[in-house]
């Protein structure tokens, strides 16, 4: 006689059990665990004025601390041509794409796009996700919200 839990594996049948295991953007857990401040890097290993490659909770973003000291979290690839943020460079409270050198605030705005022509509407209309850090006990915390 054939278990349900095989029959399930070759039969292609759902479980009855909900995935709390997986935690995408847009799975149960993913969504749970989105709630809370999470921890995502020592503060002592985030120097000022580079950038960092994280992936948390299955989601790569760029981890950088500007100037004044601030960490900050945006998402790893520049919606130009797709390149990570992270080898680009750190000015101010902003960080620059290497590849054609839009740069992007702490917010997720652009605030220069060097190849463009002054009066494109281009840079009003592309942004990144950002999220809020701050930092506690020697730990940079990040709250990535509901998406």
Not at 16 to 36: C, E, K, N, Q
Request: hydrophobic share 30%.
């Amino acid at each position: 006689m054939v278990t349900r839990q095989l029959q399930n594996e070759i039969g292609g049948v759902k479980p009855r059990w909900p995935d709390f295991h997986h935690t995408g953007p847009s799975t149960l857990a993913g969504r749970y665990m989105r709630m809370f401040w999470q921890p995502v890097h020592h503060s002592d290993d985030l120097p000022t004025g580079r950038a960092k490659p994280i992936k948390i909770m299955n989601v790569e973003y760029a981890l950088y601390r500007s100037d004044d000291g601030q960490p900050h979290l945006v998402d790893a690839r520049c919606p130009h041509r797709g390149m990570h943020l992270a080898p680009g460079w750190v000015e101010g409270n902003c960080i620059r794409c290497y590849y054609h050198g839009w740069k992007f605030d702490v917010d997720g705005n652009v605030s220069d796009m060097p190849a463009e022509p002054p009066r494109s509407r281009l840079k009003d209309r592309v942004k990144i996700k950002s999220y809020p850090c701050v930092e506690r006990g020697g730990v940079v915390w990040t709250y990535m919200g509901t998406e």
